[in-house]
């Protein structure tokens, strides 16, 4: 079992939409976590933290559920530019685990 | 200020040649870690450094992939008799402190094709 799980998608969704993508992480001793983003064939760059109060950054939002070991980002009013493929990721020791990732194509 | 650089920005060998790839992180980063990413693939990790410590070598796949850093500084990941399921992107990342959740900045990669 791969330590951080994500559906790989594709998500296809019409501009203006609102997308939820899920991740779960099986390592209980994991202490931070984080949505990365990554555009085709660029290096992966952190979108955000993810708190265990749940956390907000303009039309992101992040959550994070301790004791189902489940992780979660939504985005509101999609845009074209958020289409790419999102990773979930946590750190059950000092280096980052990825999840293989939740690609999103925002149509117009 | 300049990011992580590395080079070169891609590679291509031929399988059993060995490869060097080189990390250049964030000046003043303490922390430095090698990850690759094959094809439709999440980062692996491969070996962390911090500071003067021993390095964490648990993700090397094989003892045909070696890593150094000089001078607490640049970083140097070695390929020995390269196979063609080494190709994949190699990706660099640093990071300013030694604990705490911070985030790592990761440079370009290098895309490595073994023939």
């Known amino acids: 079992r791969k330590e951080v799980e994500q559906d790989p998608g594709p998500f296809n969704v019409p501009e203006g939409a609102t997308v939820a993508f899920n991740c779960t992480y099986s390592n209980s001793a994991s202490q931070s976590f984080f949505w990365y983003r990554q555009d085709c064939r660029k290096e992966p760059k952190l979108l955000m933290s993810?708190?265990?109060s749940g956390n907000e950054d303009g039309r992101f939002t992040a959550q994070l559920n301790r004791a189902s070991q489940y992780i979660s980002l939504l985005i509101r009013d999609s845009k074209l530019s958020d289409s790419a493929t999102y990773l979930c990721v946590v750190t059950p020791r000092r280096a980052l685990t990825f999840g293989s990732g939740t690609r999103l194509q925002v149509q117009p | 200020g300049a990011g992580v650089s590395q080079s070169p920005s891609n590679k291509v060998t031929e399988k059993g040649k060995d490869v060097e790839l080189r990390c250049d992180p964030i000046s003043g980063h303490t922390a430095l870690y090698w990850y690759r990413q094959s094809l439709g693939q999440g980062l692996e990790f491969l070996i962390y450094?911090?500071?003067?410590?021993?390095?964490?070598k648990s993700g090397l796949p094989s003892d045909r992939f070696s890593a150094e850093r000089t001078g607490g500084s640049v970083s140097t990941l070695t390929i020995q008799r390269t196979q063609q399921e080494d190709s994949a992107v190699y990706l660099c990342?640093?990071?300013?402190?030694?604990?705490?959740?911070?985030?790592?900045?990761f440079g370009p990669g290098t895309r490595l094709t073994v023939l």
């Open positions: 990342a640093s990071r300013p402190y030694v604990g705490g959740a911070d985030t790592q900045y």
């Open positions: 450094f911090q500071g003067n410590s021993a390095p964490d």
């Open positions: 993810v708190y265990s």
